[in-house]
């Protein structure tokens, strides 16, 4: 199942410190590297820091990708995801297309709750008609629209009965699966307060939103981790986690730390600095609906103005990819395209010809000019003023307008912007290109202004392929995306930027861990813990 898209602060990637705050904050790390004192011991076993505590353990309610993450330690889905986007099995030991309306699973033999019970296809069947009950409640609900049935074919094959072909269903069959006896409405409270699944860590105690404590399972499937404990802690400042590092009182963050910090965190001897390739798609929104925007001339011309290159080498310290597709190159549906790449001279043919000519010549009155929405993120706000000054050398002048995360969200869910930036957290089912750029999806009263087609493209063309592509098997499901990226790049309803890397700083108690490319937390199932003592900073 996908990170929630853009739709929560914490998604974004870290931002870089400014300047004059990477200063500051390396002189408070000397003085406390070199205040003599020892930091208190952590806790047994690995120390994990979170930017912010997870909404929900139950991944039926959890919208975080904290929430989501960890619910997923604990109660994992018939599948999951390897880092191209493939789903491969995990609680299931096979699946297949028995028709084009027909998925099978078959369970792992021997599966076993934390709480002892036999997992079975059963709970599978519970898990999913609760999801699909309202009585339930669950935000998830309608992603389970086609299907018509889930029949139980023995103690380990679950078959899944659509009604229509849906391609996209697998990416909706990572859900959690819970016991039966928790899976309906009866159950909510049960599994808020002490969840139960069949994940590589169980449940052992969550004394407050910013502590939460993991066991090893002994029964998992892939064997009993090599982890003692896992102890989450929250803690919102930067500067407070890196320290924390530093005095070896932590042992991972993942995506939590900026990248102009990273050089210090790369010296000190018992950490190390993982990345891997990423799916966080980074973008430009435009505003489809009238104006200047309205005409493809002008929005290709804004793209051939921009120059991701210093943006990705200065502001994100080269740990980014620029883009040219929602989809990472490193997906199985990505097909590379044209793309506008960075041309000035290009950009004022496009002006011109839109009926935009430089009025006085170049360093005179703009061609156009145009909000640009952000948040007051200080990283996502110094990427603004740095697409406005590139974009105003092209005689297109933007006004930044740094906002409050929950009023710039409205904003922007409701069409009220002309240009704005936002970040997917990570990208996994290609069917998301559906959900980003069908007309059916431009938000709006009907759908409680919930659509992903913010910028309001209607393109009849791109609608039928996107369609097809839901019901098609995956080799044509790779032709029509093709065919739908091919379409997207010639008609710009987003400006791609690029897909930002996974980063996780690791102790050198924390072996063998190696970071997701979609930022989850299951590679903790198979890292191992050494004894040795911490290599703390005295």
Known sequence: MDAPPDIHPVTDAMPPLPSRAVRVFFLALTLVLDSGCRAPAPPAGITVLLEAPPDSLDDRFALTAHGQRLAQLISPGLLTFDDSSRPVPQLAESFREVSPTEVE????????????????????????????????????????????????????????????????????????????????????????????????????????????????????????????????????????????????????????????????????????????????????????????????????????????????????????????SMLPREHWAFTATQGCGYAPEEAARLLDAAGYPDPDGPGGKPRLSFTFKTSTDRFRRAVALVLKEQLAKGGVAVEVRALEFGTFFEDVRRGRFELFTLKWAAVMEPDLLRGAFHSANVPGPENHWGGFNRGALKDPALDRVLDAATQAPREERRTLYAEAQRELDAVLPVIPLWHEASVAVVSSRLADFEPSAHGLLLPLAKAREVMPERGGTP
């Open 105 to 324: 699973f078959v369970l792992r033999p021997g599966l076993t709750f934390h709480d002892g019970s036999d997992l079975t296809a059963e709970d599978v069947k519970a898990t999913f008609d609760s999801l699909r009950d309202p009585k339930l409640g669950s935000p998830k609900r309608e992603r389970y629209e086609p299907v018509e049935r889930v029949e139980v074919v023995d103690a380990r094959t679950v078959r899944f009965h659509l009604k229509r072909p849906y391609a996209p269903l697998l990416a909706e069959l990572s859900a959690a699966i819970l016991p039966a006896e928790r899976a309906g409405p009866q159950g909510i409270e049960a599994q808020a307060e002490h969840p139960v699944g069949a994940g590589p860590f169980r449940f052992e105690s969550w004394p407050d939103e910013e502590h939460l404590t993991l066991v090893p399972f002994e029964g998992w499937h892939g064997g009993k981790p090599a982890v003692s404990r896992l102890t989450f802690r929250v803690v919102r400042d930067e500067t407070t986690r890196v320290l924390e590092l530093l005095k070896g009182r932590a042992d991972l963050v993942v995506n939590g730390v900026s990248p102009a910090v990273l050089p210090a965190l790369r010296e000190a001897p018992h950490l190390r600095v993982v990345t891997k390739p990423g799916t966080g798609f980074t973008y430009l929104g435009i505003n489809l609906r009238e104006g200047p925007l309205a005409d493809v001339r002008v929005r290709q011309a804004l793209c051939h103005l921009i120059d991701v290159r210093p943006l990705v080498e200065h502001k994100l310290h080269g740990l980014a990819e620029p883009a040219s």
